[in-house]
């Protein structure tokens, strides 16, 4: 290396650099809750790079508007240069931070690990299946079920909160007041940092023109994603504390927030991966694009296979749609901390940092 | 090879900035075949209007993103303040008139505003500002062109326009490296100014023009321009003179825009490169005065100044681009800028002696004058004391040229045998009609967009 090459930035130096020169200039205040923020400071520490960059949703509005990208000498492309930060930063939060750095890169290692998660079950299933039982416990015992899926669910779950301990240390936050958890769930819920404010839409699979259709097809495995967690939920507590045993009839809470919620998971999946195939890699973080595309593949696949295995009820496939759907779950939760997952976390938390900071 | 030679083009528009394409946008929903010329490639493509952030805007009631009223009257008064009167008034209150009926065509059209931005506050009633700034106006204007069925053509620098009996008959442009000549029944010429040929500035303003930097596009050479000047079309503004800013000497060449400008003057001392004071830096609140200090600073040797500031007024203005020179000592900092060390310590203790004691109000004019010295600094004169010291250099940055095409209400260009029957100009390249001297901020692009509009519907009216 030549001795008059200049250093290579790191991330969040680079991110610095951009957001000052965005600091001077402002046009973008409009699009989302970045430029707001950045306009609240004259210096940028790591940790206020890190919140920026958690806060940003890469809807793009502010790379098409910018006259200063390249070739221009400034060379802003403050899209890309967040989702890098945001990806060191999830890196660096995660623990242990080796799976972080593969299943976040590497779509192989997510394939990887639904294939063992699959492979698991479909021993499960086979091996260890119980004398007695009704519907998909006529496969795996209920008890059995709970001695995977407990852990499998809550170990993701603690590795998370220590990664966002980090975060909200890093970022400086403060105490979180009602009004902050308010603020940042109703942003969340809407999407609003992705609406592109008064363009109505982000720039995504169309370059320079507005579209919703990535803000939809989010709101979809994002409401889908929910609807199933609270299915599963309404199972969990119908068993334990109304004594009330799956299979679950059509009408019941379980599959009437099930149905529907994989239905919208399974859509939206498809959605976001087919517009990620039209939108220009070099906004976002590259080498993550194999990863990210993965994970959505992923999350498409828990609801396509569960809706499978509700659809094939009282049929010889349900043993094995039942393994296939529970290692696919088995596979989500465990590389949660890892996956692009966990932007849902961080990013709820720097809403709710800016929250406070919007004071 | 592109094929746009085999068409005889009903509209074409030289120039794809903000008023060639309202122009190219209203022949085209009339059924117009209309080609518009991009002499940049298309990252760079839209002129100026890149570098724009909002239109200045009448408005009877709230409108759209702006809040109560903005009349013909005080609209007018402000023009005639920044001009000194050279305006023409007739044109001048039919621009303020129509802006009213813009904003919402450009929302039709796919124009997004939001409201002022910060640090802009003053503006919110008088400008809406475009979501994104100007860029991403002129990207909603080109996919709307582009929909209606609108060819453009990027890298194509138009060098001759054929005009023949006061009519235009077809026009010479290098495509993509090739010379080929385009016909069309009726032109409009959006090329905008001169003030990126460096040349043509320093025969008009001298010398010390190349040493100017130029805040806005590279590809505004007036090529077009001087064509039609050549041909004996009437022309209006000043030739000489050009609209400059004073903003930060460490800018690019070209294309800086609106982050190389710089605040901090008014809470400064400005010296030249002899160290020496030469202009009151608390006459006004700095939108006021930022536009005499691009001729200040030229008038300088070198046509460099500094700002010298201290710690106390680092938070007073809005951050700058590039972090400024810093150091402990004056003498430190007049090394890292280059000047001398013992003039900058006379100028500043000089300075520093002639203030007096009052409170310091740095959002209003707050009477806080030096005594005895020659210039004053009539407000915000607080002693440059306290460690660490901040400086920038400061350099002329030409926004926007004002000779241009004389045209009339409907956006006609003349020539010596009267009015040219199919040739119509908007934008910069006839700004000077209406702005003669100084400039009003949002107001170029009310030209532009009130006369593209205007051509747009003349020229299609006549092949239609």
């Known amino acids: 290396m030549s001795l008059d090459t200049p250093p290579r930035l790191t991330a969040t130096d680079e991110a610095r650099r951009q957001v000052e020169i965005c600091n001077a200039c402002r046009y973008c205040e409009g699009y989302c809750a970045v430029f707001p923020a950045i306009t609240r400071e004259r210096a940028f520490a790591d940790g206020d790079i890190t919140q920026l960059a958690s806060l940003c949703h890469n809807c793009r509005g502010c790379y098409y508007a910018c006259q200063y990208t390249e070739p221009h000498e400034f060379a802003l492309n403050l899209p890309a240069a967040l989702a890098e930060v945001r990806v060191e930063s999830w890196d660096r939060f995660a623990w242990p931070a080796g799976p972080a750095r593969l299943f976040q890169t590497s779509g192989v290692a997510l394939g990887g690990a639904l294939v063992v998660g699959i492979a698991l079950l479909f021993w499960a299933v086979s091996v260890l299946q119980p004398d007695s039982g009704e519907g998909f416990y006529a496969y795996l015992s209920h008890g059995l079920m709970v001695a995977i899926f407990a852990p499998a669910f809550l170990f993701p779950l603690a590795v998370i909160a220590l990664g966002l301990r980090c975060y909200w240390a890093e970022v400086g936050g403060a105490r979180i007041r009602w009004g902050h958890l308010q603020a940042a769930m109703i942003d969340a819920g809407r999407l609003k940092n992705l609406s592109g404010g008064a363009a109505g839409g982000c720039n995504f699979e169309k370059g320079d023109r507005y579209s919703q259709a990535r803000r939809h097809a989010h709101q979809a495995v994002f409401w889908g994603f929910l609807l199933c967690f609270a299915s599963t939920s309404s199972g969990t507590v119908l068993h334990y504390v109304f004594d009330l045993q799956a299979p679950y009839g059509p009408f019941s809470l379980p599959k009437l927030l099930g149905v529907p919620g994989g239905i919208l998971l399974t859509i939206g999946a498809v959605g976001l991966a087919w517009l990620k195939t039209k939108a220009d890699p070099a906004l976002g973080a590259p080498s993550v694009w194999g990863g990210e595309m993965a994970f959505v593949a992923l999350l498409g696949a828990t609801g396509a296979t569960g809706l499978a295995l509700y659809a094939a009820t009282g049929t010889g496939l349900v043993q094995p749609l039942l393994a296939l759907h529970l290692g696919t779950v088995l596979a989500f939760f465990l590389t949660t901390p890892y996956s692009k997952m966990v932007h849902g976390f961080y990013r709820m938390a720097a809403l709710v940092r800016d929250a406070q900071l919007k004071g | ?464």
């Open chain 2, 1 to 464: 090879m592109t094929g746009l030679d085999k068409t005889l083009w009903d509209v074409i528009v030289v120039g794809g900035g903000n008023a060639g394409l309202c122009a190219a946008i209203e022949a085209a929903e009339t059924g117009a075949k209309v080609l518009i010329l991009e002499s940049a490639p298309k990252t760079y493509r839209g002129g100026n209007s890149r570098h724009t952030r909002n239109f200045r805007c009448m408005h009877d009631g709230p409108l759209s993103v702006l809040t109560g009223s903005y009349g013909e009257d005080e609209y007018f008064d402000d023009l005639i303040r920044v001009t000194k009167g050279k305006t023409d008034e007739g044109l001048a209150r039919m621009t303020i008139r129509t802006s009213q009926d813009c904003l919402p065509w450009m929302e039709a059209h796919g124009v997004a505003f939001q409201k002022a931005l910060s640090g802009t506050l003053s503006l919110s009633r008088t400008n809406a500002f475009f979501l994104g700034g100007g860029k991403a106006l002129v990207n909603a204007y080109y996919n709307t062109a582009v929909d209606l069925g609108v060819r453009v053509a990027y890298d194509a620098e138009v060098t001759h326009i054929s005009v023949e009996a006061g009519r235009f008959q077809g026009l010479d442009v290098t495509l993509a490296g090739q010379p080929t000549r385009i016909e069309g029944r009726a032109l409009v010429l959006a090329s905008g100014g001169f003030q990126a040929d460096l040349d043509w500035l320093a025969d008009a303003w001298g010398p010390a023009a190349r040493n100017f930097l130029i805040r806005g596009t590279p590809y505004n050479r007036g090529v077009v321009l001087r064509d039609m000047l050549d041909q004996g079309a009437d022309s209006v503004g000043d030739p000489t003179q050009c609209h400059a800013v004073a903003i930060d000497g460490r800018s690019p060449k070209f294309d800086g825009g609106i982050v190389t400008r710089l605040d901090c003057v008014p809470f400064s001392v400005v010296v030249n490169n002899q160290g020496e004071r030469f202009y009151d830096e608390g006459e006004d609140v700095w939108p006021k005065r930022y536009a005499i200090w691009g001729r200040l600073v030229a008038a300088q040797p070198d046509q460099v100044a500094y700002c010298i500031i201290d710690s106390k007024s680092i938070e007073n203005f809005m951050p700058s681009v590039y972090p400024p020179e810093q150091a402990d000592t004056l003498e430190g900092l007049a090394q890292k800028l280059g000047i001398s060390g013992s003039k900058l310590r006379d100028t500043v203790d000089a300075f520093n002696a002639a203030c007096q004691p009052g409170t310091f109000q740095p959002t209003e004019l707050d009477g806080l004058s030096t005594t005895g010295l020659t210039p004053p600094k009539t407000n915000w004169a607080r002693p440059i004391t306290e460690g660490p010291y901040y400086g920038y250099s400061l350099r002329p940055g030409v926004t926007f040229t004002y000779l241009g095409l004389k045209v009339d209400d409907r956006a006609r260009v003349f020539g010596q045998a009267g009015v040219m029957h199919n040739i119509w100009a908007t934008g910069e390249i006839m700004a000077g009609s209406i702005l003669g001297e100084g400039y009003l901020a949002g107001f170029g692009m009310t030209i532009g967009t009130v006369f593209g509009r205007i051509a747009g519907q003349e020229a299609a009216a006549h092949v239609a």
